[in-house]
């Protein structure tokens, strides 16, 4: 009987001791689980706030853009030509436009100017846009803050000496361009142009094709910027169809001096620049530059 009351103690015993290990392991197991929820909260934490950072860092480096086209209510474009190597069509060019009482941009590196100031001169005169389009025709993108400044201000006093007038337009080389680039544009007091309607000429696919081409864009609309340059094959023997095929289209052709908006716009995501009056009734650019 004594040995079947000891039995019975010891399972109790053991019992009791089974029970404390067992409500120890079980703490352990909900600390545990308490420990891996509140690490996976402070890393849920903590990757919002990375995303919210992300947000923010994004919206302040966000791209700045220069000007493609203008939302205008007017049947206007603006013709554009990049003057960096050769002149061998270039007063054949000034022929054919004041043959058509048109005027329109030249955008000049500093080594055009240097090598044909006679040009220059006689673009300026006959009344067209004179714009900057760097001094070495170099990837702006590459360049710093000061070797970029370098390269417009070079151009624009080689032009000033030249003429007295001063450039308030520039096309970075290759179209090239970054916040940099933009930034030391207008701090330059700079409007930075591109285009829309690329008319391909440097590819020389011929005189109809070129026509063809910018005529019949796809983008081509009011307020659009056509890119063309003075020293490609067929340009200056397609021009004076260029012109006449934008006009029985009804486009008044100007320079981009009066077609771009000088104070007061925004631009949206495609470099469209929109009139902050908001006078034609459509929506105003979502992002941009903002001059007043």
């Keep these: 009987m004594k040995n079947l009351e000891n039995q019975k103690d010891n399972i109790t015993e053991n019992n009791d001791t089974y029970n404390v290990e067992y409500v120890k392991k079980d703490t ?3 600390y545990f689980l308490i420990l ?34 203008v939302n205008t209510d007017k049947k206007q474009v603006a013709l554009s030509f990049d003057a960096a190597w050769g002149n061998e069509d270039t007063r054949h060019i000034l022929d054919v ?12 590196t500093g080594g055009w100017v240097e090598k044909f100031p006679d040009d220059v001169k006689a673009i300026a005169k006959a009344g067209h846009d004179l714009g900057n389009h760097s001094e070495n025709h170099k990837q702006m993108s590459k360049l710093s803050n000061e070797e970029c400044r ?19 337009l520039f096309r970075p080389p ?42 019949n864009h796809k983008h081509l ?20 169809s ?11 052709i100007v320079p981009i001096s009066k077609l771009i908006y000088k104070k007061n716009y925004q631009m949206d995501h495609e470099g469209r620049q929109f009139s902050v009056e908001g006078n034609d009734g459509t929506e105003k650019g979502v992002e941009g530059k903002k001059v007043n």
């Design 97 to 108: 436009l004041e043959k058509n009482n048109v005027k329109v941009t030249f955008f000049m």
């Design 28 to 30: 352990r197991i909900k």
């Design 150 to 168: 370098d390269e417009i201000m070079k151009t624009h006093e080689k032009v000033k000496k030249l003429t007295g007038k001063e450039m308030i």
């Design 174 to 215: 290759y179209g090239d361009y970054n916040n940099t680039v933009i930034d030391v544009v207008n701090s330059l007091g700079y409007h930075c142009i591109q285009w829309d309607v690329d008319s391909l000429d440097w590819k020389n696919y011929g005189v109809e094709n070129l026509i063809n081409t910018v005529v």
């Design 36 to 69: 891996c929820a509140a690490g996976l909260i402070i890393l849920a934490l903590m990757n919002k706030k990375e995303c919210i950072t992300e947000t923010i860092n994004a919206a302040v480096t966000q791209k700045k853009l220069p000007i493609y086209c």
């Design 221 to 240: 609309g009011n307020g659009s910027i056509i890119l063309c340059h003075n020293g490609a094959k067929y340009t200056a023997q397609a021009l004076d």
């Design 242 to 252: 260029i012109i006449k095929g934008l006009k029985e289209k009804g486009y008044e």
